[in-house]
């Protein structure tokens, strides 16, 4: 950081201490620290912060609501910090074979998000929430997708691909 400036920081932390529970009830404040220290080292940063995506663990619930309140907090003190849902990103267990590390497609959903976010900022608008409970009914001629709406969304682009790795197209 100190080197490097850059002009965003992308940080989902908590994955191991929700998984192999090193003091949960202490991560919020963990987590405040360490990111005085990222905007003590690079003021002009701004640093986006992600919810754990689910790993299958009832401590990320409680970690994740924790979230908005520390966000607010360091808002409030004029960090440039925002909050990005992974959590609600279409993550779903066979994206995270080993329950805590995404595979390619997880890490591509987790892209979407972070692009998405980066996005929002440039364009000075609001940070996109994620659909949830999405879910194909795979045809012969069409594929139907459905999903609950994001909160304030006002439209959706479906892309698709032929592989998980590969290019996505609209």
């Not at 987590?31 to 220290?37: A, F, I, P, V, Y």
């Not at 924790?66 to 004029?78: A, M």
């Not at 997880?106 to 364009?123: P, T």
Request: net charge positive; glycine share 6%; with cysteine.
């Amino acid at each position: 950081i100190n080197t490097l400036k850059p002009d965003y920081i992308l940080l989902e932390i908590g994955v191991n201490d929700m998984s192999f529970p090193v003091e949960p009830e202490n991560a919020p404040f963990r987590l405040s620290n360490l990111l005085d220290k990222i905007a003590s080292a690079c003021p002009d940063a701004k640093i986006l912060l992600a919810s754990i995506s689910p790993i299958w663990t009832n401590r990320i619930l409680d970690y994740n609501k924790s979230l908005p309140g520390v966000v607010e907090l360091k808002q409030k003190q004029d960090m440039k910090l925002y909050l990005c849902d992974m959590y609600n990103a279409g993550i779903v267990i066979n994206d995270v074979p080993d329950a805590i590390h995404p595979n390619d497609v997880g890490y591509a959903k987790m892209g979407n998000v972070w692009f998405d976010a980066i996005l929002s900022i440039e364009r000075k608008t609001k940070l996109p929430s994620t659909p949830s409970n999405v879910s194909v009914l795979a045809g012969p001629r069409q594929n139907i997708v459905r999903w609950n709406s994001a909160f304030q969304a006002k439209g959706y682009k479906i892309k698709r691909s032929l592989s998980g790795s590969g290019v996505f197209k609209e």
